[in-house]
Nanobody, 124 residues
Framework: QVQFVESGGGLVQPGGSLRLSCAAS????????VGWFRQAPGKGREGVSC????????YYADSVKGRVTISRDNAKNTVYLQMNNLKPEDTAVYYC?????????????????WGQGTQVTVSS
């Protein structure tokens, strides 16, 4: 059974940092492109960052470029999203997802497995 366990979300002040983690079970993440998406209230799901299966391709949305870093630890079957200099507009539920494609994939529709989401709230 494929399962993701996400953690690391929470309430942080503007300018603060969070590291989101997504631990997978039931499959080996090495062979999948992995992405982080977010959805704010009343808005559609937005691709934040994704990484190819071989780690040689990485995408960052313009809204987060320079502030977030995606990485994975294949030994732990876990992907991370380090977020720095957080802004109120980063407030959303963040989801990790895995795609059977191995290259960088931005479209949410191309992802096969999804985590349950973790809330990130940036507020003073």
């Amino acid at each position: 059974q494929v399962q993701f366990v996400e953690s690391g979300g929470g309430l942080v002040q503007p300018g603060g940092s969070l590291r989101l983690s997504c631990a997978a079970s039931g499959f080996t993440m090495d062979y999948y492109a992995v992405g982080w998406f977010r959805q704010a209230p009343g808005k559609g799901r937005e691709g934040v960052s994704c990484i190819s299966s071989s780690d040689d391709g990485i995408y960052y949305a313009d809204s987060v470029k320079g502030r977030v870093t995606i990485s994975r630890d294949n030994a732990k079957n876990t992907v991370y999203l380090q977020m720095n200099n957080l802004k109120p507009e980063d407030t959303a539920v963040y989801y990790c997802a895995a795609s059977e494609y191995t290259i960088v994939i931005v479209a949410a529709s191309q992802y096969n497995y999804w985590g349950q989401g973790t809330q990130v709230t940036v507020s003073s």
